[in-house]
């Protein structure tokens, strides 16, 4: 029982399988076929080799997390602000300098 909701998808990843799904209906079963053979050649892995390739790419997900749009919003409000130039110091476009 416990295995089952363990290996049951959440809404979101059900949700989001099914968009895949749709978008590469042409390829999924190529995909498919991929990820069955890799999941034949995880299992031939010895227990240590596994844990060490699953720590690796926990890991890389840790560096490389996809950007959230709460963060991606701030990073472009502050880049904006940051290079904005300042009312004061400039000059308005019409402004020539007569010698």
């Known amino acids: 029982m416990q295995n089952k909701t363990r290996l049951e998808l959440a809404d979101y990843e059900a949700e989001n ?23 034949k050649v995880d299992k031939k892995r010895d227990k240590l ?6 720590s690796q790419e926990r890991a890389f997900w840790d560096v490389h997390r996809p950007v959230t749009t709460t963060k ?3 990073s472009v409000r502050a880049s904006t602000e ?7 110091t400039t000059q308005p476009p019409w402004t ?3 010698p």
């Open 17 to 39: 399988l099914a968009r895949l799904q749709k978008m590469f209906s042409r390829k999924w079963e190529f995909i498919f076929m991929q990820a069955e053979a890799q999941a």
């Open 49 to 54: 080799e596994r844990k060490v390739l699953d």
């Open 96 to 98: 020539f300098l007569l």
């Open 72 to 74: 991606l919003r701030r």
């Open 82 to 88: 940051r290079n904005a130039p300042d009312a004061i």
